[in-house]
């Protein structure tokens, strides 16, 4: 007799040891027929959950109320968040944690080395349709479409597609994996299908010189498209395919060991399916010699790296006799793209030992004799001082883009004495009576001035729901040195609401995103936002993408309905009118 089985919607065995269902199964689709109510409620002595995150907490908290006498464990790898915090509810606090970092520092998981990069259009934070087609570009438009003349980065890959822009960063990730080792299995995601698919035949194209017919191929996510590529790729014993792009079926579910580069050419919003995607190169395989992974970033993905990630202690570098790598790169002003000649840059050794070069007519500059990895510090007239840690090459044949912000302008000389005044763009912090803070020591007294002021992460919340309080919260805040928007800065999080940033720094929540925040509501007051009609939600979409751009504060202010598209409603008692009066727009 087998001691396990699977419960289905036809299915409920009995006499097996080990049953296995997702809860849509014992829920069922029969309201008079549950699967999971065919079992005694004592039937169970242990329930175990995989990925307990998810949303359907509300339909599974039935089955799990039945089954009251079974012990419940409940495992994920995703942290507390606006749209799992009924789950966390439910289970408690964790009794047990183990990190990314920490798997790192015991051995367990490899390493990883991040290798993150820009383009001219990451330089000028978008890209402008008139500016394009003055420097020659042509548009084409589809029927039924419409451009816009702005398009910001978080646009462009989701509304056009701009097969010059592909070419460019796939040719740059040939010369990258090129120098990196040729026959390292690589992980490419992508925008869409056909994105991945132009990526694919670029790179194949690229070193078609090795004789393989299938070194680059696409993974897609239909399983009738599901090939012997994709099998082999898996497979640590076959050299090819070598390198596979994909949209999202590799995120999960799928164990390549051996490979050694995680690339994003897509946009990542979701903590959750970056630590998935991450999670295919942390497998440590000592059949083909992986110890260690790199994470090559083209959109900004590695952003959404907690602080628990990364490992407690650096890793080693090489020996003083074993600098034997090259850096090359281009600074570039950030606004502008435009070359900086005479940049400052310089890279720390060792102790008294740094090695500086100015940048050419150019902007270009060119190292030698370094070890693989550095911390860079780059410093120029009217820009802001950089510092970062980036690896270096076996050849010189690949360079860097680095790009400097210039320094704000300043406004008349105001004098106020005895105020802590700070730089956003720099990394310490000028506080009162000439005492110079870093920024972790910022972020603590910013912890304690809130909890001064509240006790618990429910205090917060009741001040921030209501405009008044919130206000008066926040300016009380600032009157004492602790700028939510320097801390954001400072925490690289600047699609934040300052509500999360002060929950993080206070209770240790995790920071979420505007745009995490709008999905959660999306996905949990489907029912609320019905409740309205079509007009009404329709209002709510419109109020909720202003929130994703401009935050709570001009959202909880009436004179929101002045602006497009509720001036055209008839503002506040206009808009007020189409959900059923303002009683209903106040909710």
């Not at 269902?21 to 079992?39: C, I, M, V």
């Not at 991040?114 to 570009?137: F, P």
Request: with cysteine.
């Amino acid at each position: 007799m087998d001691a396990a089985d699977i419960i289905g919607d036809q299915k409920a065995p009995k006499n097996r040891d080990i049953l296995f269902s997702t809860y849509q199964s014992l829920y069922g689709a029969d309201a008079k027929n549950r699967p999971y109510e065919r079992y005694d409620p004592d039937f169970f002595d242990l329930i175990i959950i995989d990925e307990c995150h998810r949303s359907g907490f509300g339909t599974w908290r039935t089955i799990i109320d039945r089954f009251k006498k079974a012990v419940v464990l409940g495992m994920t790898a995703t942290p507390k968040r606006a749209d799992n915090i009924d789950t966390y509810q439910f289970f408690g606090e964790p009794v047990y944690e183990y990190s990314l970092g920490r798997g790192i520092e015991d051995g367990f998981l490899a390493p990883y080395k991040i290798n993150k990069l820009y383009t001219t259009l990451d330089a000028q934070g978008g890209l402008s349709l008139k500016q394009a087609v003055e420097e020659g570009a042509i548009i084409h438009v589809p029927e039924g479409s419409a451009a816009k003349e702005w398009y910001k980065m978080s646009e462009l890959w989701r509304s056009l597609v701009l097969p010059d822009h592909t070419e460019t960063i796939s040719n740059h990730l040939a010369d990258l994996l090129y120098t990196y080792g040729p026959m390292e299995k690589t992980m490419v995601f992508c925008v869409t299908q056909e994105h991945a698919r132009l990526v694919s035949k670029i790179l194949q194209n690229r070193f078609s010189h090795l004789g393989y017919d299938n070194y680059a191929v696409t993974i897609v996510s239909e399983e009738s498209e599901v090939t012997d590529d994709y099998i082999d790729f898996k497979d640590p014993g076959k050299k090819v395919p070598v390198i596979a792009t994909t949209v999202d079926l590799l995120s999960t579910g799928v164990d390549v060991p051996s490979v050694k580069n995680i690339v994003f050419l897509k946009p990542i919003a979701s903590k959750i399916v970056f630590k998935q995607i991450l999670g295919r190169g942390s497998r440590i395989n000592p059949l083909t010699g992986k110890y260690e992974f790199r994470i090559i970033d083209y959109s900004n993905a590695t952003r959404l790296f907690d602080e628990w990630d990364t490992p407690e202690e650096p890793l080693k570098q090489e020996k003083k006799g074993e600098r034997k790598y090259f850096l090359k790169g281009t600074v570039l002003d950030k606004e502008t793209g435009t070359p900086i000649v005479r940049a400052t840059v310089t890279i720390l050794l060792g102790v008294n030992e740094e090695v500086a070069i100015k940048t050419d007519i150019f902007g270009q500059f060119r190292l030698s004799n370094l070890p693989s990895q550095v911390k860079l510090n780059l410093s120029a007239l009217s820009y802001s001082n950089l510092t970062i840690a980036v690896p270096t090459y076996k050849t010189d044949s690949v360079g860097i883009i680095v790009e400097l912000e210039t320094k704000p302008n300043k406004p008349e000389p105001v004098v106020i004495d005895n105020l802590s005044v700070w730089i956003e763009q720099e990394i310490t912090i000028e506080m009162g009576e000439g005492t110079r803070i870093n920024k972790a020591q910022y972020t603590e007294f910013s912890k304690n001035e809130v909890l001064k002021r509240i006790v618990t992460l429910n205090d917060l919340t009741r001040i921030w729901t209501n405009q008044r309080r919130r206000d008066e919260f926040t300016k009380d805040l600032i009157d004492n040195s602790v700028s939510p928007k320097t801390l954001a800065a400072l925490l690289d999080a600047p699609d934040a609401d300052p509500f999360d940033i002060l929950a993080h720094i206070a209770f240790g929540t995790p920071i979420i995103s505007r745009d995490e925040r709008a999905e959660a509501f999306l996905n949990k007051k489907r029912d609320y936002m019905k409740s309205f009609g079509e007009t009404g939600r329709k209002i709510i979409l419109d109020l909720l993408e202003k929130y994703r751009i401009d935050g709570i504060d001009n959202v909880d202010d009436p004179k929101v309905f002045n602006i497009p598209p509720f001036d055209k409603m008839g503002h506040v008692l206009g808009v007020a009118k189409k959900v059923g009066g303002l009683e209903n727009l106040k909710k």
